[in-house]
């Protein structure tokens, strides 16, 4: 029983798939976040040097 379990490799591919599809999601959160705080950067700037120009 623990041999047929052993070389029973039909749920394998499923569960490559779903491991690329949240290392996938991981690099998307985090490219999300990291672009996130760059525009709020930028739009600070701009908020800043309106204020300096008013």
Do not use: P, W
């Amino acid at each position: 029983m623990l041999r047929t379990l052993l070389k029973d490799t039909t749920g394998a591919s499923a569960l490559e798939y779903a491991i690329i599809a949240s290392l996938v999601s991981v690099a998307a959160i985090g490219a999300f976040l990291a672009l996130g705080n760059q525009s709020k950067a930028n739009l600070e700037s701009v908020k800043a040097a309106y204020e300096q120009a008013n």
